[in-house]
């Protein structure tokens, strides 16, 4: 149940557009396509963005987006805005054992 | 509305216990699996253990195995997280939070947490 590897940091301008990548293996990301996506702001629980690689629940914004190849999954936010400044974690199903794993986390600076 | 409210947490000693509450409502809580990630002071999130809906199994991160046990009360809509042992790296903020069934642990709804310090 190793972490999944994540940038420690990304940025853009408002409008632009950022993408997170979350490397896994083979046991998990590679394997299933169960991978999350969450938002963090400071103080607050994580909500959640994207699932099954590429699902938004109802109310998240179709600027973000989400994608997977092979062992690697990837968060896009489209037309960055302010509001979107935060930590992001993915996750995935680690299969073994019926168990989860986060990745390390990305803090998303809007410049 | 769904929510869900941890209690519980606390200050405790070195080897001590604790044991986590969380009360779910506004959905049908027996219908979800659930589960529990904490989140170390300035650290990233952590998979901690999940319940299926019928409580029939249980499953455990590899940091709490054989220290922490998550149960489960559907008739009473509770959640539980019992933790013995605890050690200075069990320090964090607890969150329960409910799973999308089917989707491998993508939880769509999060309590506020509730927080656990180790230290004597």
């Known amino acids: 149940q190793s972490a999944l590897t994540q940038p420690p940091s990304a940025s853009g301008s408002p409008g632009q557009s950022v993408t997170i990548s979350c490397t896994g293996t083979?046991?998990?990301?590679?394997?299933?396509?169960?991978v999350s996506w969450y938002q963090q702001h400071p103080g607050k629980a994580p909500k959640l963005m994207i699932y099954?690689?590429?699902k938004r629940p109802s109310g998240v914004p179709d600027r973000f987006s989400g994608s997977k190849s092979g062992n690697a999954a990837s968060l896009t936010v489209s037309g960055l805005q302010a509001e979107d400044e935060a930590d992001y974690y993915c996750?995935?199903?680690?299969?073994?054992?019926?168990?989860?794993?986060f990745g390390t986390g990305t803090k998303v600076t809007v410049l | 509305e769904v929510q869900l409210l941890e209690s519980g947490g606390g200050l405790v000693q070195p080897g001590g216990s604790l044991r986590l509450s969380c009360a779910a409502s506004g959905f049908t809580f027996s219908s979800y699996a659930m589960g529990w990630v904490r989140q170390a002071p300035g650290k990233g999130l952590e998979w901690v253990s999940g319940i299926p809906n019928s409580g029939s199994s249980t499953y455990y991160g590899d940091s709490v195995k054989g220290r922490f046990a998550i149960s489960r009360d559907n008739s009473k809509n509770m959640l539980y997280l019992q933790m013995n042992s605890l050690r200075a790296d069990d320090t964090a903020v607890y969150y329960c939070?409910?799973?999308?069934?089917?989707?491998?642990?993508?939880?769509?709804?999060w309590g506020q947490g509730t927080v656990v310090s180790v230290s004597s």
């Open positions: 996750s995935s199903y680690a299969g073994s054992n019926n168990l989860g794993v």
């Open positions: 939070a409910k799973d999308i069934p089917n989707s491998g642990w993508a939880f769509d709804i």
């Open positions: 083979n046991s998990d990301v590679g394997r299933y396509n169960s």
């Open positions: 099954e690689v590429s």
